[in-house]
């Protein structure tokens, strides 16, 4: 696409279709845009081509989608003598048409291919690259164990952009990474096969969703076997538990990391004290260790109890001035900006005597 202005346009619908955005959230170029057949053709190529798409979205939604387009398309031709709408994108609504789908209720309950787009800009602010995460998500489905591990939520999605941000970049290339509450796997994932970390594991409580982050993996092309890149390494970890320092290495595949990341981690006030004191157990191993956590401020009582349980054991914490960006201007990853999501480092204050020791 020659036009930049409609380049960037179709390039916001493309990411918000492949990210399953609600339909009545999605931001369309203007009819005249649309009508044109190069862009009936790019919407095809890039959108509905079966042969072209690897990892496309259900079939409900897409229907969904493509008939909002083509009412838009028959809304913006004044004369069928000269504009008509594109057989190719015809054929694919008479395909989805004739599909046999589930119900929406059998639909809410399958898991569907959703990809997250963190678009690279370069110095003059145009896009160089389309750095994907695509996931398997349960969207509305708890896991086994009550935890909501099986989607990916606005924390992640907002932690993500600090870390795929120049800053960020900066601050994670070439160290390890150790994920705590990793869900879906969207941030370990997006570390290692883009922003240059040395290794990362990602953890969670639940082995369901443990086993389903290594189906994402595999889904990412982070094969195991390909030892030029990145691997991201998975392990069940229950919080408040001790972590062995003798046997870390054996245990998680890397040493003892440098920086801890987690988003949405905060959210239970009951699971707090036992988040705080697994910080507490990986600090014993690397009291240089730097922590970010992401949080979406539900209940501010429920965020203040983690905040003070870190005090009580002598952290430190600053929030970082990343705010999400407004929802009219996100081009990629999109997602809903209240309640706030916040982003915290959180650090150990030197005792005295290692300030002073020789």
């Not at 709408?85 to 694919?92: E, F, K, N, P, V």
């Not at 040493?255 to 981690?265: E, Q, S, T």
Request: glycine share 6%; aromatic share 10%; with cysteine.
């Amino acid at each position: 696409m020659d036009n930049p202005h409609v380049a960037s346009q179709l390039r916001i619908l493309q990411r918000q279709y492949f990210q399953l955005v609600e339909p009545h959230q999605l931001r369309w170029p203007e009819d005249a845009i649309l009508k044109a057949p190069n862009v009936q053709s790019w919407l095809f190529t890039n959108l509905f081509d079966a042969s072209k798409i690897t990892s496309p979205p259900p079939d409900r939604y897409s229907l969904k989608f493509m008939k909002l387009l083509i009412a838009r398309l028959e809304r913006s031709i004044n004369d069928p003598e000269e504009d008509e709408i594109s057989d190719h994108l015809m054929g694919a609504m008479a395909s989805l048409l004739t599909a046999n789908m589930p119900s929406e209720a059998e639909s809410a309950q399958q898991k569907a291919f959703v990809t997250y787009s963190y678009p690279l800009h370069s110095t003059d602010d145009s896009i160089s690259d389309e750095r994907a995460v695509t996931l398997l998500e349960a969207r509305f489905v708890i896991a086994s164990s009550g935890t909501t591990g099986l989607r990916t939520w606005e924390a992640a999605l907002l932690l993500g952009s600090y870390l795929a941000s120049e800053t960020g970049r900066a601050s994670i290339h070439g160290k390890r990474l150790f994920e705590l509450g990793a869900g879906t796997g969207m941030l370990s994932i997006l570390c290692a096969k883009y922003l240059g970390v040395a290794g990362i594991v990602a953890t969670d409580g639940d082995e369901g969703v443990v086993d389903a982050v290594k189906t994402n993996i595999f889904i990412n092309g982070l094969d195991a076997d390909d030892t030029s890149r990145c691997q991201v390494r998975t392990a069940a970890l229950k919080w408040g538990y001790p972590v062995d320092a003798t046997t870390f290495s054996e245990d998680y595949g890397i040493d003892v990391p440098d920086i801890l990341i987690g988003a949405d981690v905060t959210y239970d006030k009951f699971a707090n004290p036992r988040l705080v004191a697994t910080l507490r157990e990986f600090f014993e191993l690397n009291s240089a260790l730097e922590v970010l956590v992401s949080a979406t401020i539900r209940k501010e009582q429920t965020f203040e109890i983690f905040l003070n349980a870190c005090k009580r054991n002598n952290f430190s914490f600053e929030r970082l001035d990343f705010p999400p960006v407004p929802e009219h201007l996100q081009d990629g990853p999109f997602y809903p900006t209240l309640p706030p999501i916040q982003i915290w480092r959180i650090t150990r204050r030197q005792a005295a005597e290692d300030l002073f020791a020789v």
